[in-house]
């Protein structure tokens, strides 16, 4: 009995275990379909390069559905993109070698500086669209006058492998992005909701400990981004109303915009003086806001909370105001609870597609670090123009081969900015790795088995394990390597060849093309993480001493997407404070355009323009000075019974002194 007792006790962690790992282990045997299903059909198909199609159908694969169909889609694009290209090379070039070297190096330089400029999955349609250029063209140099039949099998190669990847993982996987999504976003509104109240009844603590929360919450926000384009591409629902989504992040990074600016205002001055404004902020919140309700009735019905929040929004918008706090301090809060009720409806975009409101994708040029494109272009062109000066020397017959994985390496890891060089490093380790057990396939176990039943049993038993391994964290990046390679240098055809030179000869090319490619990182390196937050920094200042100056004229939309931009761009390693000055930036921004707005109703163009003109050349004393001039001017004006204009007025000066007196350093632009 006892032995019996320890025998189950022992088996249920080994239970534990197997369940544990069991979506991993899944997740190899999609790739190991995937790849095994793409050669079949490129066997069949009688394409000369079949291994392409089990290639680009690994490479495709992802652990998250939705990440492996949006992965998928902007491949396809970048293909078309590539093949194209490379056909224009050939024709325009049939006979000039430098004209065509050159040409491949400009536009892999381009795709470069288009996969810095894109951003999360669509960046891959910049990548796609440089090493298929590079893998039809250069093979096409034998036979220039052949190239649109290269492009065209080469293309439909690889297109096979993202269509059969994208089949596989949509009949075997329902992926969890969207639930993932939805309870990330309202965990952020509970916090943020949360924090406002507690600001409205000064139990906030140290205004110190309450910005830590907030700048920690924003880094969480703009990490949201990513799972957003994963949940578009689980579902066709959400991706034909994605904008919705999009609008909910911005209702997240608006309402913390808000909390901000609350916070400060009533930091910054004395409790008495507006105790009676936040007590009439603070009652003028539905039950519907508190932080406890929120969760229970987003979960029961998100729709229906975004309607009540929009509601109360509006309201607190239009509800009379003692002074010129009351109104910064309704205002506000109104506008976090509009912020929110943006939110609900992506959530309820999410969870149910029929009973979120539809809104109107807006068209805005996404903001991107020009220097960081334009060195990651330049590394590319390195990349073609040594590889194809040493084949030209070297005559080496893999030469074609050398280039291809130098620009695949080059342009994989213009997104990992100071992990590229250590990602490469990897890229040839799993090169190595790959070569090893495609040696032993190929030329141990294949002879003894000619079915194509037998290969891909013997395939999936390199790659469901590799795909496995490839979920983990610490060895995971080698792992997919590993498999994203293996295909390559086993090199199947319909017909195998057993030419142990020739093997080794396109071992040494990929495994050689991926070391120079990681060498390129430490040629040209990426930005330091600190120099690109800086940078982003710098560049919101700069977008708002345009904007306080008159030179620049967006629209609201558009100022508060360039600053979300801005947030998102942030690299991870990006200080609290720096992340802080781009909320203080974007509210102050907000602020400059309602005075440019009002100015003129309040008969206070000269007085707006004194403080606007300070603001841009970067002296904050004097345009605190110049603030509290007009405001006191105009108090009589603002206070209970007067015009909201007026009252709305003083409250963006109000804003602005508030982000002068919190940020002086950030807006005398030293950081």
Request: proline share 4%.
């Amino acid at each position: 009995m006892g032995a019996i007792s320890n025998r189950v006790s022992g088996g249920l962690p080994l239970r534990a275990a197997i369940i544990h790992a069991l979506p991993a282990i899944l997740y190899g045997v999609r790739i190991a379909a995937s790849a095994s299903i793409a050669l079949y059909i490129a066997f069949f198909l009688q394409m000369d390069q079949p291994s392409w199609a089990g290639t680009t159908a690994v490479i495709v694969a992802q652990p998250a559905l939705g990440a492996a169909l949006r992965k998928g889609v902007f491949r396809l694009i970048g293909t078309l993109a590539g093949a194209i290209a490379a056909v224009a090379l050939v024709a325009l070039f049939p006979q000039s070698r430098i004209g065509f070297f050159l040409g491949l190096a400009i536009w892999g330089g381009l795709c470069g500086y288009a996969a810095t400029a894109l951003r999360n999955f669509a960046a891959y349609s910049g990548i796609l669209a440089g090493f298929t250029a590079a893998i039809v063209a250069l093979n096409a140099i034998p036979a220039p006058e052949h190239v649109l039949t290269i492009a065209i099998s080469r293309a439909s190669t690889i297109t096979i492998g993202i269509v059969v990847t994208t089949l596989v993982f949509s009949l075997t996987d329902f992926g969890g992005a969207r639930e993932d999504l939805a309870r990330r976003m309202l965990h952020v509104s509970q916090e943020i909701m949360s924090a406002l109240i507690q600001a409205l009844r000064y139990q906030a603590g140290s205004i110190e400990s309450s910005r830590a929360i907030r700048r920690a919450l924003l880094a969480e926000v703009a990490g949201l981004d990513a799972i957003i384009d994963e949940a578009i591409g689980e579902s066709f629902a959400v991706r034909a109303r994605a904008a919705a989504l999009q609008e909910a992040l911005s209702g997240l990074f608006s309402a913390m915009s808000s909390w901000r600016t609350i916070e400060s205002h009533l930091g910054g001055r004395p409790r008495l003086a507006t105790e009676t404004a936040a007590e009439s902020a603070l009652l003028a919140l539905p039950a519907e806001a508190l932080s406890s309700a929120l969760l229970a009735e987003a979960a029961k019905d998100p729709a229906l909370l975004r309607d009540k929040l929009q509601r109360n929004g509006c309201s607190l918008l239009d509800r009379p105001a003692a002074d010129t706090t009351a109104r910064l301090l309704l205002d506000q809060t109104g506008k976090a609870l509009l912020g929110l009720a943006q939110t609900m409806n992506g959530i309820a975009l999410l969870r149910v597609p029929s009973s979120a409101k539809t809104v109107v994708a807006r068209s805005f040029g996404r903001t991107f670090d020009p220097l960081v494109a334009s060195l990651n272009g330049l590394r590319v062109v390195l990349a073609i123009a040594a590889g194809a000066l040493f084949w030209i020397f070297s005559q080496w017959p893999d030469g074609p081969t050398f280039i291809i994985f130098i620009v695949i390496v080059s342009l994989f890891y213009t997104k990992q900015d100071e992990q590229a060089f250590d990602a490469g490093l990897s890229m040839t380790l799993g090169c190595v790795f790959a070569a090893a057990g495609a040696g032993v396939l190929k030329f141990l176990l294949l002879p003894a088995h000619a079915s194509f039943e037998a290969f891909s049993l013997l395939l999936g038993a390199y790659l469901i394990p590799g795909g496995a391994l490839a979920t983990l964290p610490r060895i995971g990046a080698i792992a997919f390597l590993y498999e994203a390679n293996f295909i390559p240098m086993l090199s199947p055809t319909n017909h195998m060849v057993y030419d142990l030179s020739a093997f080794l000869n396109n071992a040494l090319a990929i495994v050689a093309g991926s070391l120079a490619g990681a060498a390129l990182y430490q040629v040209i390196p990426p930005l330091a993480p600190a120099l690109r937050s800086r940078r982003q920094v710098a560049a919101a200042l700069r977008d708002l001493r345009r904007l306080a100056a008159g030179y620049w004229r967006p629209s609201a939309e558009i100022w508060e997407d360039r600053l979300y931009d801005r947030m998102i761009a942030l690299p991870k390693s990006a200080t609290p404070l720096q992340r802080g000055q781009l909320v203080t930036a974007l509210g102050a921004g907000l602020a400059i355009q309602q005075l440019q707005v009002l100015a003129d109703t309040t008969a206070e163009r000269d007085g707006v323009h004194r403080v606007l003109s300070r603001l841009a050349a970067g002296d904050s004393d004097q345009a605190c000075a110049a603030v509290a001039e007009l405001v006191d001017h105009l108090a009589p004006q603002a206070s209970a019974g007067g015009p909201v204009i007026t009252q709305r007025f003083c409250a963006a000066m109000r804003e602005i002194e508030d982000a002068l007196a919190s940020a002086p350093a950030f807006f005398a632009g030293r950081g």
